[in-house]
């Protein structure tokens, strides 16, 4: 699968609470191409910072990206700031015979 490019505002996930789960929507038009609205693991890059991830459904038909702590220092970015995301579906590994 090629990766999917997008540019999101990262928000947290209760917004009154102002603290907590950080995610991004994944815009409506990729969510089909990622496997549709449910939870994947993901890999990807924010700016020059690669990750590993989750997605999940976020309600009213959208899928978010959790954004975590770690990733947003390494991309040196914060809540409420939009960028640039590029995401794939981490492939399972091939199992063994056996």
């Known amino acids: 699968m090629d990766p999917?490019?997008?540019?999101?505002?990262?928000?947290?996930?209760?917004p009154e609470r102002a603290?907590?789960?950080a995610v991004v929507d994944i815009p409506a038009e990729h969510v089909a191409t990622l496997g549709g609205l449910k939870?994947?693991?993901?890999?990807?890059?924010?700016?020059?910072a690669d990750f590993v991830s989750s997605t999940m459904p976020a309600?009213?038909?959208?899928l978010a990206l959790s954004v975590?702590?770690?990733m947003m220092t390494a991309a040196d970015v914060q809540v409420g700031q939009t960028v640039e995301f590029e995401i794939s579906t981490t492939a399972k590994p091939d199992r063994a015979p056996g």
């Open 59 to 62: 309600g009213g038909r959208r």
């Open 19 to 21: 603290a907590g789960l």
């Open 4 to 14: 999917v490019r997008f540019i999101g505002e990262i928000r947290y996930w209760r």
């Open 68 to 70: 975590s702590k770690a």
């Open 39 to 48: 939870q994947l693991r993901v890999h990807g890059r924010i700016g020059a």
